[in-house]
Each structure stands twice: as structure tokens, then as C-alpha cells.
């Protein structure tokens, strides 16, 4: 009887200790999991829809997809390929990471900075290289030699 008492007793603890560490775990795995989710919903509401909300998505089964958001709905959201245009729901519960292909605000600040100075420096050549051109008057007088550059038309 003790062996069959004892048998059932360690049996009965090693059950309960292996559990144990998905009991503690499971509160703060749901709240990470909820904080991450959040996060998720936010960043893709801010991204929004359309080919320019290019964005690479990795799930907790390590499936990946890439590709830009077609739908944002309160529970999930929509990704299509790229490529080939297949759309995947996907659960913002799913997602173990995420990252966005699109450039920043101050990027896109730079380079609307840059083509303006690049048009200005043009206007500004262009202009300069006017005001060095040999005045035309367009016909030719007589004994007064025609400017290099220009074309006199006698009458």
C-alpha cells in the first residue's frame, strides 16, 4: 500500500510541477501579446492602404509576407503580394514582427529640398548665360561689322 501511495504521490506532484510553468507564464504572455497587437493595429492604421504602404510581415508559425495593405479592418488586416497580387488576411494577433519599406517624413523633406535647389541652380545658369550672349539687333548696317554669334540680315 505505501508503494502504491507513494507511486501515486509522485506521480501526482510531477503533474502538478509540470504545469506550473504555463500557469505563471500565461498572464503575461496574453499581455504582451495584447501590447503587441495594439502596436501593430497602430502602426498599420498610420501606414494605411495602397501600393505606397509597402511593409514585410513575420507570424508567430514564422510565415512571412511581403507586400502593401489592401484592407484595415478592426480585428485584422489585408496584405497582398507584390508580385502576384494574392491577398492573405492577416489577425494583428498573429504578428510577431512587422516593418515598413516606406521613407520618412524628413527624408521626403530632403529630397523635395534637393530637386528645388536643383531647379533653382538651373534657372539660375541658364539666366547667366543670357546676359553674357551678344545683343542681335537683327539687321545689318552697312560698314558696322555683325556680332560674333548672331546672324545680320542686310535690306
Known amino acids: 500500500m505505501k508503494k502504491y501511495f507513494s507511486l501515486l504521490l509522485s506521480v ?5 510541477f509540470s504545469y506550473a510553468p504555463l500557469a505563471s507564464e500565461t498572464p503575461k504572455e496574453k499581455a504582451r501579446k495584447a ?21 514585410s510581415v513575420v507570424l ?6 511581403n507586400g ?8 485584422h488586416f489585408v496584405v497582398a503580394d507584390a508580385k502576384t497580387g ?9 504578428v510577431k514582427g512587422i516593418k ?9 523633406i530632403g529630397i523635395g529640398v534637393a530637386i528645388a535647389a536643383a531647379i533653382g541652380i538651373t ?6 548665360r543670357n546676359k553674357n550672349a551678344p545683343q ?13 554669334g548672331c546672324v545680320c540680315i542686310a535690306q
Request: hydrophobic share 40%.
Open 35 to 55: 501590447l503587441l497587437a495594439a502596436q501593430v493595429k497602430a502602426a498599420i492604421a498610420e501606414l494605411g492602404t495602397g501600393e505606397s504602404s509597402r511593409i
Open 12 to 16: 501526482l506532484i510531477l503533474h502538478v
Open 60 to 65: 508567430d508559425d514564422k510565415s512571412k509576407y
Open 123 to 128: 534657372i539660375a545658369v541658364l539666366a547667366g
Open 86 to 94: 494574392a491577398t492573405a488576411p492577416i489577425s494583428y494577433s498573429e
Open 68 to 75: 502593401y495593405v489592401t484592407e484595415i479592418a478592426g480585428d
Open 100 to 108: 515598413g519599406h516606406n521613407l520618412s517624413t524628413g527624408t521626403k
Open 136 to 148: 542681335c539687333t537683327g539687321t545689318a548696317q552697312v560698314g558696322v561689322p555683325c556680332p560674333a
